[in-house]
């Protein structure tokens, strides 16, 4: 997670303007996958979206780094789309990295993608281990 924080601030610092743009309509566009509640068209988005800022780092080991992690954990990523709300709450925090970067606002990013990362973030009670379940086993 750190890694990811890491190139958070990286990429917003040094991302071109050619970047910024695409990244803001990436999100723009991804709207209908969130509305729609498309898993696999939100971890396609989603894959993208974090691919943008692995360049815009401009930092090609700790890119590298990343991916081989995600590839690691891979199968837990894809399950956790698959919990209530959590393609919204992605979508909000992507929005929050885009507004931080438009805004070169490293900070903000960082602590943005920090929560980002971390779904379990907040989590206090039963109610909350439920929402957090994928909708699959709910019934």
Known sequence: MKKEVALTRFACERMSPEERTAIAELHLNAAVVVENEDEEGWQAVNMEFHEILYRGSRNPCLRQEILRLRTRTGAYRKQAFGSVGRIQTSYAHHLE???????????????TIFLHMSPGHGTRGVADIIVNMPKALLG
């Open 97 to 111: 990295i885009v507004n931080a970067i438009q805004a070169s606002d490293s900070k903000a990013a960082a602590s």
